[in-house]
């Protein structure tokens, strides 16, 4: 995951260190023989092309690197250094309310530190990367659901109901399946509302989950009430001591004021404990104005973010947080019920950063 923009970042980080132009490997038509003539490499698009030029040092600082010791970037370089930088984060759908900030903080860096010209590559990533992991961590920390959950049943505070929005297609019913997945494992036991009574075939796929993993759905027809569906649910884990409810929602475009409507007719009636915002990191820089609308009608406590293993340019997993004010709790990192991990600001930044001067 995240390939894009770790070989973007990493190229403008060798960029500088070298001070010369990249040479595109290649082979003569004739050498490579008859197919490669065939069958020629597509060319980079000139976006990507232009990252994988360099940027140049400084004349005088090349003399001091080429005696070794250390070295301070001029302006010019950190400019030329921080611009690639910029193209590759916007392009790599990183909002430009979180880029400004991250670039402000590599600049100080870059110009007031002292840099080994041993060590040159390691060092300048290592601003890279400190800069991203403070934007990541800047973020309030987010609920830890789980252990909250934890805490409420061994207080006898039950049921602890889960509400979870966002829009359709994005894997909110499999995180939901997911969660109780988790949950099931812990012991605790739970029970899914079927309150998506809008889509087609989402009943049975509610049902298809429930079934594979073992908890029990309250479901009714289409076209019911939803929050009818989820009293009803919260009713019956009241009734056999279940310590969560959990409650599936019809996908909400942020410009529906029908969906909307209901969905704070939902939260009226089933007053949720946790509401959870899935949305899709492939989705690009829209889903930030998702959840900044949606947060605008309900409170929203965390973000899960899935398809994080199909999800090459990983901007989103940066800026989510930084943009809306509302914290990443989990990736879905794949279908598996157990393909759900916890939101680490080291976790993103190992996906984005190569590690060493021989990563790519």
Known sequence: MFESLKKKIAGAVKGLVAGEEAQPEAESDAAAGPAAQAAPEPRPEPAAKALDETVRLNAATKIVKAFGGRIRLKDNEIDDFLGKVRVSLLQSDVALGAVEPMLEDMRGRLSSADFSTKGLYDEILGAVRQSLLDTLSSAKPG??????VSEKAAAGAIPVSILFVGPNGTGKTT????????????????????????????????????????????KSRYGADPASVAFDAIAYAKARGLQVVLIDSAGRQETNKNLISEMQKIVRVAKPDITIFVGESTAGGVIADQVAELS??????????????????????ISIAAVTGIPVLFFGVGEGYDAMVPFSPEFVIDAVLPKNNKAT
């Open 143 to 148: 609920i830890d659901v789980f252990k909250h």
């Open 296 to 317: 605008r009608h309900i409170r929203i406590d965390g973000i899960v973010l899935t398809k994080l293993d199909c999800d090459a340019r990983g901007g989103n997993a």
């Open 175 to 218: 995180t939901i399946g997911k969660f109780a997945y988790r949950f099931k494992s812990m012991g605790i036991a739970c029970v899914i509302s079927a309150s998506d009574t809008f889509r087609a075939a989402a009943i049975e796929q509610t049902e298809y989950h429930a079934n594979r993993i073992g908890v029990p759905v309250v």
